[in-house]
Each structure stands twice: as structure tokens, then as C-alpha cells.
């Protein structure tokens, strides 16, 4: 090797985790470093393999949903929601009208729930450690909602094929309005805290950059598309369920930068407000379950059916040979399509920003590495 050859050469790799805090899950990724750029980066996951594609295979539909508790940990009532419709698809299911609706109401309440956890851990990424607590302050309000509907604070098990496993609580409309005021009040002080605080804007701003176009070649989805300026929502542009009936609007950011994928999710959180409201005030009395089998058998034949989870489009592809099991099953999901964008983002960042990059793309390992 020439002197001047050596001179031009990437001298350091820098390894962060797997076991690193601001990785946002056992990730580890390698970042190829000259001085105080990043060059490149090398991703590994699969810490987290627990092949629940295949365990599903060996399981009774009614028992799959408690698996798919178990991908995206923080959207639990999103991703049993897209499970149960896929087999509902398969067997011409028709939903009840009031299961539809608590079905909503739970989905979105796990949206901002979500988000305010990604508010937080975006302030500490930042170096800011009041942000944290704000955020889980008011995640908990929701939790403890969650734990007096489903019975768990987590991994809820409550969607059933057909409907949903009990009706709301008699008190839940009670606690379900303060909750909302609540959280009005909460994503407000977070916004004025965090959003526009000059040192955050300074680590946040025209960083970990993706334009529209190479948003959508990447295969983005969520807020991190629409973070990039482009208008796709699931639930507004394929609606399924019943969000055809609410209003809402659509969130976009116009840089792609590390701030606009943050303020995206703060803003979502006032549009799942709104979807809620308008569901509490048309929700029906009735039935919470369709006339099913208790154990399924949807006829032969295969089907794919997504949805607009936290992280943005999450798919089921359900095959099935006409028995109690999943011939084969396959998930889409969006961390892992989303950390594909993770190489373009960090090119020529500074190392100090990484953490915020890799931050912003909000994954979750367990649906990652499945």
C-alpha cells in the first residue's frame, strides 16, 4: 500500500451493540467511519429469531394471535387486528358492527401510545431525559385502559376471528373520555417541550435525509414515507375495517430528515384522536362476536390483507389447505422493510448522529427477526 493510498483509506469500524441502548432492541450495526464521517454501514440483525412464521404453522388459528402479540410489542391490538381479518377473508366473515368499533378504538389508542414511547426515545437520543417522562406518563394512562378491557397491559390477546373476546367494561366510557383529555393535554406539552427546542432542531434538522422517490424505492412505509412527502395512509388510501366512516387527515412531512419522521408521529397522535372521538360517538350497541366456529377452517385457498400498524404497512400472507392450521403463513413487516433505508440515510453523517438516524426509523426488533 502507497503512502498516499494509506492516507485516503477508512481506517476505523465502529461496532454499536447488539447490547447498546440506543439501538432500540438487540440491533447492532457496523458503521465504517473516515474521522468523524459515516461511510457505510452494515446492519446485522436476527438476535431475535424465534421463528414464529413456522410456529404458526403448527398451531390452531385461535392460537396464532397470541404470536403476533408478540412481533411489534408496543402494537399489539394493530397486528392481532391484520391476523384476524386475513382469516376472516378466508371464511366471509361479517363482523359485527360494535366489534368493528372496538376494534378501531384499540388500534388507535396503541398508535399513540406507540408514539408517545418514540417521543421519548427520540428526546433521550437527543440527550434530553425529561421527554422520557412525559412520554411514559401518558402511555401508561393508556396501558392501564388496555388492562381493564383485555385484563393485560401487554401482549392483550383480546381480538378474536370473528369479533372481540368480551365487551368494553361498563366504566370504560367513563375512563375512555378523561383519557382523551389527557392525552390532548400530554402531546401538547410534549410538542411545546421537545418539538421546536432549538438544540433538539439542531440534531434533528436536514439529517438522515431521503427524498420522496428513493423513500419509495427503498420500500418505506408509515411515517417514515410520509415523512418524505408522500400522502399514503392505509387506512385512507385502502381503507379496511371501517376507517371509510371517519375523517382525518393525513400527516406529511417535506424534507425526509430526522425531525420531520419525529413530528409526523407527534402530529399522528391528534389525527387518532380524532378517529376516536368520532368512533365513541358512533359506536352501536350489539353483538361483539360473529356466529364462528370455535375452531376455524377456512376453506382452501390463500390471501394477503395488510394494515396502517405504528411503523406503517404490516401484511399477512395466509395460506390455507382446509385444516385447523396455516398451510403457510408469511409477515411483512414494517421494520424490517423500513431498516432497509437505514444505509441511505447515515452516508456521510456524522458519527454522532447515528443513534438519532437510526432512532427515527422507530423499529422494533421483534417483528424484524420474527
Not at 48 to 76: C, M, P, W
Not at 154 to 163: E, K, L, P, T
Not at 211 to 224: C, F, K, M, R, V
Not at 348 to 364: C, E, K, T, W
Amino acid at each position: 500500500m502507497t503512502n498516499q493510498q494509506s492516507l485516503n483509506s477508512v481506517d476505523m469500524l465502529l461496532n454499536m451493540g447488539p447490547q447498546h441502548p440506543s439501538t432500540h432492541g438487540v440491533f447492532r450495526m457496523v458503521l465504517q467511519i473516515d474521522g468523524e464521517r459515516v461511510i457505510d454501514v452494515d446492519p446485522y440483525i436476527g438476535y431475535l429469531h424465534r421463528g414464529s412464521e413456522k410456529l404458526s404453522e403448527g398451531e390452531q388459528y385461535a392460537q396464532i394471535v397470541t404470536l403476533f402479540d408478540r412481533l411489534d410489542y408496543l402494537a399489539n391490538f394493530n397486528n392481532e387486528l391484520v391476523f384476524c381479518m386475513a382469516v376472516e377473508k378466508l371464511m366471509e366473515v361479517e363482523i359485527p358492527e360494535r366489534a368493528e368499533y372496538i376494534r378501531v378504538i384499540l388500534c388507535e389508542l396503541n398508535r399513540i401510545a406507540s408514539h408517545f414511547l418514540f417521543y421519548g426515545t427520540m428526546g433521550m437520543d437527543a440527550g434530553a431525559s425529561t421527554p422520557i417522562l412525559y412520554g411514559f406518563r401518558d402511555r401508561e394512562k393508556i396501558q392501564s385502559i388496555f388492562e381493564s378491557v383485555s385484563g393485560a397491559r401487554m401482549m392483550h390477546n383480546y381480538f378474536r376471528i370473528g369479533g372481540v373476546k368480551e365487551d368494553l367494561p361498563a366504566d370504560f366510557f367513563e375512563k375512555i373520555y378523561w383519557l382523551i383529555d389527557e392525552i390532548k393535554k400530554g402531546v401538547d406539552q410534549a410538542d411545546s417541550l421537545l418539538s421546536f427546542n432549538e438544540i433538539f432542531l439542531n440534531r434533528t434538522r436536514n439529517i438522515g435525509l431521503i427524498n420522496a422517490e428513493d423513500a419509495i424505492d427503498y420500500g418505506l412505509t408509515g411515517p417514515n414515507l410520509r415523512a418524505s412527502g408522500v400522502s399514503y395512509d392505509l387506512r385512507k388510501n385502502d381503507p379496511y375495517s371501517i376507517y371509510e366512516r371517519f375523517d382525518f387527515d393525513i400527516p406529511v412531512g417535506d424534507r425526509g430528515d430526522v425531525w420531520d419522521r419525529y413530528f409526523v408521529r407527534v402530529q399522528e397522535i391528534r389525527e387518532s384522536v380524532k378517529i376516536i372521538e368520532q368512533a365513541l360517538k358512533q359506536i352501536p350497541d350489539g353483538e361483539i362476536t360473529a356466529n364462528v366456529r370455535r375452531i376455524a377452517r377456512p376453506p382452501e385457498g390463500d390471501i394477503f390483507v395488510h394494515a396502517e400498524n405504528p411503523r406503517g404497512d404490516f401484511g399477512v400472507y395466509l395460506v390455507s389447505d382446509g385444516s385447523d392450521k396455516p398451510y403457510r403463513l408469511k409477515i411483512r413487516p414494517p421494520s424490517f422493510c423500513n431498516l432497509m433505508a437505514l444505509r441511505h440515510m447515515m452516508r456521510n453523517a456524522y458519527v454522532s448522529d447515528a443513534v438519532m438516524i437510526l432512532g427515527s426509523i422507530d423499529i422494533v426488533l421483534g417483528e424484524v427477526d420474527r
